[in-house]
């Protein structure tokens, strides 16, 4: 079975899913969570002096999986590596960690289903991924460049929001 889509967890929880299981023990009711996708939270020159930064902002609060930040780094990456000369034209930082474990407690919806399942009789749910929580205008992408270079990577964070699951603006950085 592949990944749920990613309306279901778009919408961020008021209060992170913390419920401990009552079935297994109190300690390591997180160990079966998956690790996030996500490769490298820094590319680029780390330790060069830039002009200027360029910003992804999230217009609204939300959850945002692992996958699609991974996608969005990949993607604006891959547009920075093409367009400028070398990797030490810029330094590409995503900000937001995935600490939220994604939990999906899967029901049957045949007849019968009573006597194979509980119902929502202790749905603590089996990990199937991890998100981030976001809040309202946070910082998601960070580009530092050149002041030559900063339609480039306006265009590469335009390209990256695409794949987040919520609106967003490519701001100049103060």
Known sequence: MGD????????KP????????????KDNYVTGAPAPRITQYEQGAKNKDFETAVVLHIEEGCAIRS???????IAANSYLSKELDMEEDYHMKLLPYPHHVLR??????????????EGMRKPFGRPTGRAS??????????????????????KALDRAGKKLPVGFRVKMDK
């Open 67 to 73: 996958e699609a930040l991974e996608a969005a780094r």
């Open 133 to 154: 929580l976001v809040d309202d205008d946070q910082v998601i992408f960070r580009i530092r460049v050149d002041e030559e270079n900063v339609p480039e990577a306006r």
């Open 14 to 25: 008021g209060q992170p899913y913390t419920r401990q299981s009552q079935t297994s023990d």
């Open 4 to 11: 749920r889509p990613a309306r279901i967890y778009r919408d």
């Open 104 to 117: 999906y407690h899967p029901l049957a919806g045949v007849a019968g289903a009573d006597r194979y399942y």
